[in-house]
């Protein structure tokens, strides 16, 4: 039987009433006492009569208990002094916990409410669109669904939690937050990851593209022809107007003043020689008058041969992804015949765009042989992962065409980067566009993560399968 005196009760009430007024949080009993005419023995027991028959509290194995409340609509100034309103709930196993409030007549006893909430496993590079500009999307869906959504305080968790007095509530909210997060999945989240040959692991492949990137940047002799057909023509300031006058190359011209009186001055004109100076050279065109500068080159440390691009947003997505690719390594060492793969790279051509406005520019990949083995091994690998379900529909439709890229007008930094950026090739071309940049072993696949590099300077690597001859490179090194 759980003792309830009036004093024991009173406290109970108070816990419920901490929020409602000041004076009740620091003396309830007084408080009670004074509002109700509590004041003698005789009319105490009367009173306690009236709140254990309000109350109906049941009998239970004696245990702990534990008021539990939340703030009310109205104040204790307000109540009835005959009649005090107290809303418990008691269940039946030890660790049960009491809510109590003290409600007046307009007030429902929304405190035993349950409290629903769930987690929503999202990833940290989502919490973005869900939160909004300025908060605005969160602050929409909390207003909407009635819930509260709560974000991780420590950067390395991945997940949100959606508070609310009902499940149903909590279940729309996060339906609204799957949509959100599907929009940006689709349109505005860039991709994180990538299945990638290496290339960069050839020491004379950096050193070609270095010299590559270091004559493009520091020559500009080469781009002088060709800067004739740009845009940008060097100006002719031959012949220039001044008030009116022509002036005729080579006369000779000077102004001779005399003073006739104080106020008016003749002027005459007379032959004499003059010094004449020889025109100023046209400026020589650089590498920044086509747009190119050094942010815009694929960094040599990185160099590699892209099989297909994956959104992973979060930890479970990146463990499936290097799940999938571990678990096909027998079969695309079988689409190789078990046997190395060489791969020759020679000459440039542009993705997109023609060479005076390219946006892509790269080194085109011949497989050394010609039996499509490297093309068979990729297309395992690209049907594995759309099968997990790793892939965007969008991405499973394209056709592999296996490239590697040295310029790119999207990695372009500073002002002068906008939609569709672009650069002037023909100069590069020309020079470049016949270029046998040799032959190179493929060694292995991985699965890449953009923006994040190892210790040599080539992306983060999440997994890795070997190809036929790694080990026998390994030994040659």
């Known amino acids: 039987m759980i003792a309830c005196s009036s004093r024991s009760l009173f406290f109970g009430v108070d816990c419920a009433l901490k929020y409602a007024n000041p004076y009740l949080k ?5 408080y009670f006492e004074r509002i109700s005419g509590v004041g003698n023995d005789s009319a105490r ?17 004696r245990r702990p208990v534990s008021v539990s409340a ?5 104040s204790a100034n307000e109540l009835d002094g005959d009649t005090i309103k107290v809303a418990l709930v008691v269940t039946d ?30 990833g940290a590079s989502l919490f973005r669109f869900i939160k909004g500009k300025e908060g605005s999307t969160q602050k929409k869906i909390e207003e909407e669904m009635g819930v509260k959504i709560v974000f991780p305080s420590s950067k390395k968790e991945e997940s949100i939690v959606i508070e609310g007095i009902s499940t149903d509530c909590v279940t729309r909210a996060s339906e609204k937050i799957q949509a959100v997060m599907d929009e940006a999945i689709e349109s505005s989240l860039d991709y994180s ?18 010299n590559f990137q270091n004559s493009i940047l520091g020559n500009n002799d080469v781009s002088a022809d060709e800067n004739l057909e740009s845009s940008d023509s060097i100006e002719d300031t031959s012949d220039i107007e001044n008030n009116g006058q022509e002036l005729i190359k080579g006369r000779d011209v000077a102004v001779e003043l005399k003073v006739e009186d104080e106020k008016h001055v003749k002027v005459g004109l007379t032959s004499i020689p ?5 025109p100023k050279p046209p400026r020589l065109p650089n590498a920044s008058d086509f747009g190119i500068d050094k942010s815009i080159f694929i960094k040599p440390t ?14 479970e997505r990146v463990n499936a992804a290097s799940g999938v690719l571990k678990s096909i390594s027998s079969k695309v060492i079988d689409a190789l015949d078990n046997q190395p793969i060489f791969i020759r790279l020679k000459g440039l051509d542009t993705m997109r765009g023609s060479l005076s406005r390219a946006r892509v520019l790269y080194a085109p990949v011949e497989e050394i042989g010609s039996e499509g083995r490297l093309l068979r091994a990729c297309q395992v690998i690209i049907n594995a992962f759309v099968e997990a379900g790793l892939v965007l529909e969008k991405d499973a439709k394209k056709k592999l065409k296996l490239h590697a890229t040295v310029m790119n007008a999207r990695h372009r930094k500073g002002k002068r980067r906008r939609k569709n950026d672009s650069f002037d090739a023909r100069g590069i071309f020309k020079q470049f566009g016949s270029e046998d940049w040799g032959e190179y072993l493929i060694c292995e696949a991985h699965l890449s993560q953009r923006f994040v590099y190892d210790e040599n300077g080539f992306y983060h690597c999440c997994a890795s399968i070997p190809f036929p001859g790694k080990e026998e490179r390994k030994q040659t090194d």
């Open 93 to 122: 196993n030890c660790d049960s916990t009491i809510s109590a409030g003290v409600l007046d007549d307009t007030v429902k006893p929304m405190l035993s409410s349950e409290k629903h909430s769930l987690s929503l496993e999202v």
């Open 302 to 315: 990185t160099f590699h041969l892209t099989v297909i691009m994956l959104k992973l947003w979060n930890k």
């Open 274 to 278: 003059l010094v004449s100076y020889p």
């Open 45 to 61: 027991m009367d009173r306690n009569k009236k709140l254990k028959a309000a109350v109906g509290i049941r009998q239970c194995q």
């Open 70 to 74: 939340s703030n009310t609509q109205g």
């Open 193 to 210: 990851h990538f299945v990638s040959l290496p290339l960069a692991i050839h020491p004379e492949l950096i050193d070609k593209l270095i």
């Open 26 to 30: 620091s003396n309830p009993l007084a």
